[in-house]
Antibody, heavy 120, light 107 residues
Framework: QVQLQQWGAGLLKPSETLSLTCAVYGGSFSTSYWSWIRQPPGKGLEWIGEINHSGSTNYNPSLKSRVTISVDTSKNQFSLNLSSVTAADTALYYC??????????????WGQGTTVTVSS | ETVLTQSPGTLSLSPGERATLSCRASQSVTNYLAWYQQKPGQAPRLLIYGASSRATGIPDRFSGSGSGTDFTLTISRLETEDFAVYHCQQYGSSPYTFGQGTKLEIK
């Protein structure tokens, strides 16, 4: 059974870079896409971007200029960097696995979530 | 970007009743639509993918239907553990988007 465990700094100052990592335990790392999603307090979910095992990425245009998602296949991990954070980036951040449905990928396994607060 | 609109925003029902949640897309997503359940302090849990396929371990009281732009999640007989927030999500076109959620609360 696949499990995702995520970690990273929870308190940032404006203009700093958010960095989170998600480790994948069990299952096949190479047959899925791996996503980051966030949820601001009291709001809905926002997809940030995804990566596959070969490093091919796809980002949400609303965040593309500040987002980098990377992968370390030797450790079955993938990471999120979000630069120049502001209070608007305060949210609960999740990593998730994308499983294939006819070429497209739905998110079937989620990490436990990491709360990130941006405050001066 | 495909906008998903969920209705109602809040649904108040009693255990044993039938719940019908709606998700409407601003453009066709074919059947690339998923439903998630989220309880306070927990990550979303996949219920339905492909508009109508139940995920592993999901009880058969949960069912999904629809295609194109109009989708429905039905819970046939509500149990107390079903009261939560439900999100729909389209994964057929990037950026993948979510609805704003429907809160299912005990009446």
């Amino acid at each position: 059974q696949v499990q995702l465990q995520q970690w990273g700094a929870g308190l940032l100052k404006p203009s700093e870079t958010l960095s989170l990592t998600c480790a994948v335990y069990g299952g096949s790392f190479s047959t899925s896409y791996w996503s980051w999603i966030r949820q601001p307090p009291g709001k809905g979910l926002e997809w940030i971007g995804e990566i596959n095992h070969s490093g091919s990425t796809n980002y949400n245009p609303s965040l593309k200029s500040r987002v980098t998602i990377s992968v370390d296949t030797s450790k079955n991990q993938f990471s999120l960097n979000l630069s120049s954070v502001t209070a608007a980036d305060t949210a609960l951040y999740y990593c998730a696995r994308g499983s294939e449905h006819m070429v497209y990928y739905y998110m079937d396994v989620w990490g436990q979530g990491t709360t990130v607060t941006v405050s001066s | 970007e495909t906008v998903l609109t969920q209705s109602p925003g809040t649904l108040s029902l009693s255990p044993g009743e039938r719940a019908t949640l709606s998700c409407r897309a601003s453009q066709s997503v074919t059947n690339y639509l998923a439903w998630y359940q989220q309880k306070p302090g927990q990550a979303p849990r996949l219920l339905i993918y492909g508009a109508s396929s139940r995920a592993t371990g999901i009880p058969d009281r949960f069912s999904g239907s629809g295609s194109g732009t109009d989708f429905t999640l039905t819970i046939s007989r509500l149990e107390t553990e079903d009261f939560a927030v439900y999100h729909c999500q389209q994964y057929g076109s990037s950026p993948y988007t979510f609805g704003q959620g429907t809160k299912l609360e005990i009446k």
